[in-house]
Each structure stands twice: as C-alpha cells, then as structure tokens.
C-alpha cells in the first residue's frame, strides 16, 4: 500500500520547538522524519518515532552529503514536501552567561556557525531536488536576537540567526523559481524546558503581551508556512515574541 501522506523533515527534534512541531504536523495527518544529534529517545512516543530519527551532528558540515543520502532513503516518492531547520546551538560561559565577543573563542565561532546557519545552506542545496518535485517549502528558525541585543544570547549565536535571516532571502529568492518557498520564523522568549534566569523580568519590562509564548503556537506557524495557505509568501521571517520586538 502506497504511502501518500507529506513527508516534513525536520531538524533540531529533541525538544521544546521541535517535540511541539512534531505534534502539530502529526494532527494534521503528515510523516515526520527528524534529524538530531541525540540518539533517539524514549521520550518521544508518537508513531513512528524510533524508525523516522536520524542521528547526526550538524556541526560535522562534511557528512551533510550522507545526511542527505540517508533521508532521500526514506524518501518512498522521492519527494519531501517540508523541511524545518530548527536546530541551534548557543552556547553559554560558566554558571550560564552570556558569551559575549571577548569570551568567543575561535572553536565556539565554528561550531555556531556550522550547526545554525552553513548545515541549514548545505542541507537545503542537498534536498533540492527532492523539494521541487513536491513544490515544498522550507522554513528556517531564526531568533529575536538576530535583529537586536539580548540580554541571553550570545555574540555569535546572535550573528548566526542575523546571518540565517539574510540566508533564507537568499534561498526564497534562488529557489523560489524553482516552486520552493522559503520563509523564517524568529521566536522570542518561547516556554520550553530550559530558560534563562531573569526571563520574568524580561517579559514583564519588554513583551506587550506580559506573557512567556508557548511551542504550540511557534508549531502553528511553521505549519502554516508549509502548507497552501501560505502559497503566495516567500522570503518572510515572521517574528513570533507578542510584541517584544516593536
């Protein structure tokens, strides 16, 4: 029996964002294949789940080629209609500061700018052909710290979300005339598991809304970016942080 159900790749799965992405696209009767640097985890317990994770680490940008072998594999119709890029690292000092430029050494600086912003080009550019023939879409995760100073985020995570913003105009723009959109979200302060101390005073002083933002709600948009409805927007990068950033 032929398995004709959209097939969303995503990236980044192992929690927060990603676990509420993979919920929503599920509801909505999609195949899910998710890529991490973790090995699979008996945490995730929708269908499907052990079979459909690929473990790899996008910072090892010269395995991307087999990244890409490995869910063209998987691909039954040689189609993926949905590619997420959600993973992200930023990494912290001790006791969880802020790196800021004087504390990034030259490793952090790679290894940054090879999980959030060059495996997203090589990924992409290796999954091309795959998201043309499904008229796909693609939606890169950005952040509010990539077009302003943050409290919690450092130097170079903040360049690389900067730098994906201007990478996914670029993407919307070569691969758009090839019936592939590309679009980005940039969260702000999002409930997840892990958050930066001080977040409450944050919210209260600069987010209108007065509230944290929930994973659901950053899953929606993705799914919106990914399917009809959005059929006539490309190149966008949709701020999701109630307000925080006007």
Not at 175 to 196: D, Q, W
Not at 209 to 227: N, Q
């Amino acid at each position: 029996m032929t398995d004709d159900r959209p097939i969303m790749l995503l990236t980044g799965a192992s929690r927060g964002i990603g676990h509420a992405t993979v919920k929503h696209f599920q509801k909505h009767g999609w195949r899910i294949l998710t890529v991490s640097r973790q090995p699979f985890s008996a945490d995730c317990g929708w269908p499907e789940a052990r079979e459909s994770h690929i473990q790899a680490d996008l910072a090892e940008i010269e395995a991307i080629g087999d990244l890409g072998r490995e869910v063209r594999a998987r691909l039954p119709q040689g189609k993926l209609h949905a590619l997420v890029n959600n993973a992200g690292i930023s990494p912290k000092g001790p006791e969880g500061a802020r790196l800021g430029l004087m504390g990034t050494y030259a490793a952090v600086w790679a290894q940054v700018m090879n999980v959030n912003l060059i495996s997203t080009a090589l990924l992409a550019r290796e999954l091309l052909p795959e998201l043309e023939r499904a008229g796909g879409s693609i939606v890169n995760v950005t952040s509010i710290a990539g077009t302003r100073v943050h409290p919690f985020a450092g130097t170079a995570y903040a360049a690389s979300k900067a730098a994906l913003g201007s990478l996914t105009r670029e993407m919307a723009h070569e691969f758009g005339r090839r019936g592939v959109r590309t679009n980005a979200i940039a969260p702000g302060e999002i409930e997840t598991s892990i958050l930066s101390p001080g977040t409450d005073e944050l919210i209260a002083a600069e987010v209108p809304m007065g509230r944290l933002g929930d994973a659901a709600e950053v899953a929606a948009t993705i799914y919106f970016l990914c399917t009809p409805a959005s059929s006539y927007i490309n190149g966008a990068e949709i701020h999701i942080n109630g307000g925080q950033h006007v």
